[in-house]
């Protein structure tokens, strides 16, 4: 529903996320929502005194229409 409302009503453009790697389930939510993986940045955030890698999914606007149509 987030994801439809940022481009339905919002007209977003592209829609992103990110997670811990260490963090799956977090990860399974996101391509659950049809957010795609689309790397691994690492060290970008300090955590506890600690660089951190972030996984980062996205979703483009285009991706969302052919969702759409084939549900």
Not at 45 to 67: F, N
Request: with cysteine; proline share 3%; glycine share 10%.
């Amino acid at each position: 529903r987030v994801v439809a409302f940022g481009f339905e009503q919002l007209g977003l453009q592209r829609i992103q996320a990110t997670c811990y790697p260490r963090n799956p389930a977090s990860a399974k939510v996101m391509q659950h929502a049809g957010l795609r993986y689309e790397g691994l940045l690492r060290g970008y955030v300090r955590k506890d005194g600690v660089q951190e890698d972030i996984a980062m999914y996205a979703m483009l606007r285009s991706d969302w229409g052919e969702l759409s149509a084939a549900s």
